[in-house]
């Protein structure tokens, strides 16, 4: 999108209120609500995903070798991916940002 | 990625994220993870009607949305309505010709709130007028979305801002609705419980539901850590908590067939999932037997349900 939400007037708005780029709340980083972040062990990970599949926010994301890491845009510290991770791999650690 | 090809069952694009990142759900929220999981089924050629509530309103603070569908936000009372008046303007393009005969998945979408009290009606005419449409009820249990007031959906003995504990009051006084079989009464094709704790079977469901030539109502648990007072990474183990206890049985009602899809060998307390809960806090012994009691005899009815209505 153009422009940040905060300088949008109201006269810019579109017709109806419509919002016609899909998906801009990219531009949001919800990332700085963040106290606490995931890190992982990667020798203890098995690659299964259920961290990926769990998180809210879509925020655990996979790499290209296959393990997950979160994404510090959009992590948003809740600790679900370490609290269900079946092999312990995740801790969350304070985040030093 | 191993769990994407494990997905393929159930979807066409696993990594599809129609819900994008960047919208301002608490932390640790199931309610919009149910989203996130059931659109990835749902897939791209899906049209959305939301009624308010947390999920419109983390989703969608114009001039921003997460959305990646065509999404609309309509008033809390007449989210199936308006989804009756989309599937029928589909129905007749396609009469014309003006558009492919692909079928497009038209989806309602609305809080416990806006389902079991303010948008039945609507719901009600939806479902009875037999329009092909999804609705999914997101039930946290509560009205979130302006600071946790009880609704009809609210368990018994729940602490909210319109049902305080106190002396002469244990919280919410009354049972939850039970929209489901409320939903069963219009003999739909399909009727389901879910929760984002137990993906598979979500997935299952909302396949299911996609298939079907009719209405289908999907009453998914979204656990609302915000809500019910507990930490945020506890949102999915309190969804299986539920599950496991009986208070939230996932069970599936196709063509008036009763059938739980998961069904676990010996029932844990309900304490097990009370405690913990800064909503359930209150509680005494005495109470939390009399909701054990409660869910024992609801849970030998749905059994009971199963049984009888098996072909
Ligand atoms: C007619 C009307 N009444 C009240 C409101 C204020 N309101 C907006 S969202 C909301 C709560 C929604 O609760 P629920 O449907 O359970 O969804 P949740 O926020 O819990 O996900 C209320 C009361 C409104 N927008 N419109
Ligand atoms: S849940 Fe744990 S084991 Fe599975 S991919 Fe994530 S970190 Fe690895
Ligand atoms: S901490 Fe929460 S938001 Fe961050 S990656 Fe884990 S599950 Fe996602
Ligand atoms: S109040 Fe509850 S349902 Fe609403 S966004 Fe927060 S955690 Fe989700
Ligand atoms: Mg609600």
Known sequence: ?97 | MKILKTLEKYMEDPSLELVASGHRACQGCAEVLALRMAFKVLGKNTIVAMATGCMEIISTPLPITCWRLPWIHVAFENTAAVASGIESAIRILMAKGKIDKKWINVVGVAGDGGTSDIGLQALSGALERGHRLIYICLDNEAYMNTGVQRSSSTPYGASTTTSPPGKKSIGQSTWKKDMPKIAVAHNIPYVATACPSYPFDLFNKLKKAKEKDGPSYIHILSVCPTGWRIPSEMAIEYGRLAVRCGMFPLYEVEDGVYKMTFKPDTLIPVEEYIKGQGRFRHLTEKEIKEIQQRVNSEWEKLNKLCEITKP
Not at chain 1, 12 to 37: F, H, M
Not at chain 1, 50 to 55: D, T, V
Not at chain 1, 62 to 78: M, N, Q, R, V
């Open chain 1, 1 to 97: 999108m153009a422009k940040k939400m905060e300088e949008y007037k109201w006269q810019d708005l579109n017709a109806g209120c419509v919002i016609d780029e899909p998906g801009n709340s990219l531009q949001y980083k919800t990332g700085e609500w963040r106290i606490l972040r995931p890190l992982t062990d990667y020798s203890k990970c098995t690659k299964c995903g259920l961290c990926w599949l769990f998180c809210p926010d879509n925020a655990m994301r996979p790499k290209e070798d296959g393990f997950f890491a979160s994404h510090p845009d959009y992590c948003k510290g809740c600790g679900i991916c370490a609290q269900e991770c079946k092999f312990e791999a995740i801790k969350m650690v304070e985040d030093k940002k």
